[in-house]
């Protein structure tokens, strides 16, 4: 098992574009809240998004690897190597300002209801 590291390093992350270019993008959202959930292998991360092409799956999931958000672990030296995301420290922490984020969108559309 070879954890590739993040290509954000400490000091470097700037928390507001952090929340900027995730809750910005429908698709690193859900990518987040999946893995977040213990989705973790890319099949079923595309299988789990219906609508999101390989291509666009694989942008979003390096770029929360870059952001230091998700982080890829490669087993096996032969293909086919077994591929898994899981979240950095950085991304648990993350993925809870995401929950709060979707938390008060609820309490608003409550609100708007009635």
Not at 7 to 19: I, K, M, P, S, T
Not at 39 to 48: C, D, H, I, N, V
Not at 88 to 106: A, I, M, N, W, Y
């Amino acid at each position: 098992m070879v954890p590739e590291k993040s290509v954000a390093v400490r000091g470097e992350v700037d928390v507001g574009r952090l929340v900027e270019d995730v809750v910005g993008c429908k698709w690193s959202m859900r990518l987040l809240e999946l893995v977040a959930g213990g989705t973790s292998r890319p099949s079923q991360l595309q299988r789990a998004c219906p609508g999101l092409s390989t291509k666009v799956m694989n942008q979003r999931l390096t770029k929360l690897r870059r952001l230091g958000i998700l982080q890829r672990t490669v087993r096996g030296t032969k293909p086919p190597l077994s591929v898994s995301y899981t979240l950095t420290p950085l991304g648990e922490r993350f993925s809870r300002v995401v929950d709060e984020v979707k938390s008060l969108q609820r309490w608003v559309d409550e609100s708007n209801a009635g």
